[in-house]
């Protein structure tokens, strides 16, 4: 069983650190931290033990992969050191927040043959999948028109805004490699426009808080995208696909599916309150499929190629909302 060290202890560390400790095939070995404390904490909720040694997480003869959940500004020299030692890698995007630095560490990492997997979890939402099927399968036809939404349900803190690269870096990725992983195509151009609204001070920070963006794929098939920091009703994410021959669709969902009538109206079950509480099962998904990959000796995704490829579409689509024209994609 493959030995892992967990780099980072915040919140999305908290996350992967139990997805670790209750998978059948995996010795969760390491958590490792610059804060001690959080790093202890975290360890011995879950059998393992806490460093705040590097040396240690990226020891070969203790350690067989790392799982890079760190503070961004870290995560390329993380991806860097683990391929020097030989070590495979499960790494929260981005690889960095520069797309430079981000194609070097991964040519890097290339280079010395590792394993490396990007975990972009949505791709492993049970619907989202199913949907993709449906694509490739040709069900539909040929894609004419895609149609993503990713919605709220609240503003992050400014000072997680100073530091997170923007709308499209942050949240919109996510659904830069969903289209391309649906529509199985790169997007050549890109068109970007969004407001701060749920807060202005956000255009202190260079950032939007409602965007709308247009791909156009090689096909001249087009992409939709909306994102929202903030709705007031819940989390609110969904894919539309319209094909020459039909449609499907992976709805909102819902924290249940009972509906109450009575008379003049009826009332549904809402929303998830966040993003996690929507998502929580794709990273567990995600995990499982690096695992077997690695068991199986194949090659993980989505990989570095596909980080890189989301981040290019990110950067054209930030020039866009400060050009407002639209924008060639540099893969």
Known sequence: MPRFALLGAGFIGSVHAANLAVHPDV???????????RAHSLAAAHGARATTDLDEAFDPHGID????ASSTDTHAQHLVRAAEAGIAVLCEKPIDLDLTHAREASAHAAGHGIPVMVDFNRRF?????????????????????????????????LSYIATSGGQMRDQTVHFFDLARWISGLDPVEVFATGSALA???????????????????????LVQIDSVRRTGYGYDERIEVLGSTGMIE?????????????????????????????????????????????????????????????????????RSLHTRRTETIDY
């Open 125 to 157: 939402d049970r619907d989202y999948a199913e949907l993709r099927r449906i694509v490739v399968d040709e069900e539909i036809g040929d894609v004419e028109l895609i149609q993503l939404s990713t919605r709220g349900p609240s503003l992050p803190p």
């Open 199 to 221: 807060d202005p001070r956000l255009a202190e920070h260079d950032d939007v808080d409602t965007s709308a963006v247009t791909l156009r794929l090689p096909t001249g098939a």
């Open 27 to 37: 010795t969760f070995s390491l958590v490792y931290d610059i804060n001690h404390a």
């Open 65 to 68: 992969a790392v799982f890079i």
């Open 250 to 318: 992976a709805r909102r969902h819902r924290t249940g599916n009972v509906s109450r009538y009575s008379a003049g109206r009826v009332v549904e079950d809402g929303l998830h309150a966040g993003w996690f509480e929507r998502v929580r099962p794709t990273y567990a998904a995600a995990l499982d499929h690096f695992i077997t990959a690695l068991g199986n000796g194949t090659a993980p995704a989505p990989s570095l190629e596909d980080g890189l490829k989301a981040q290019a579409i990110a950067e054209a689509a930030t």
